[in-house]
């Protein structure tokens, strides 16, 4: 299982940036993926999480209305659109892969990727 995560960067607060998570072939179909961050300092926290069909999403309280999960199956690939990003938001972004079923979005992921840095200044 492989998860290649890119898209990170620097941007002032109020940006938006667009991360991207590359996910091996067959895992994409039979994982259901998702973004977690740390922070310096920090545990790591949930993001956002999407099931294997796409239609269902989860957010943490912390990003809803900022931050948009998507896939895209033709490329196997995983996204989170992020705008009005806020300096609480700088973090290392992994993504993961967790087993579910086809409408879930798991409580656990057992497939992670390298992290990706956001960092939003004031």
């Known amino acids: 299982v492989q998860l290649q995560a890119s898209g990170g960067g620097m941007v002032q607060a109020g940006g938006s940036l667009r991360l991207s998570c590359a996910v091996s072939?067959?895992?994409?179909?039979?994982?259901?993926t998702g973004w977690f961050r740390q922070a310096p300092g920090k545990e790591r926290e949930f993001v956002s999480g999407?099931?294997?069909?796409?239609?269902?999403?989860k957010y943490a309280d912390t990003v809803k209305g900022r931050f948009t999960i998507s896939r895209d199956f033709e490329k196997n690939t995983m996204f989170l659109r992020m705008t009005d990003l806020k300096p609480e938001d700088t973090a290392v972004y992994h993504c993961?892969?967790?087993?579910?079923?086809?409408?879930?979005?798991?409580?656990?992921?057992?497939?992670w990727g390298q992290g990706t840095l956001v960092t939003v200044s004031s």
């Open positions: 993961a892969a967790g087993r579910a079923s086809w409408m879930a979005v798991p409580t656990e992921f057992d497939n």
């Open positions: 072939g067959r895992t994409f179909h039979t994982h259901a």
């Open positions: 999407i099931s294997r069909s796409g239609q269902t999403t």
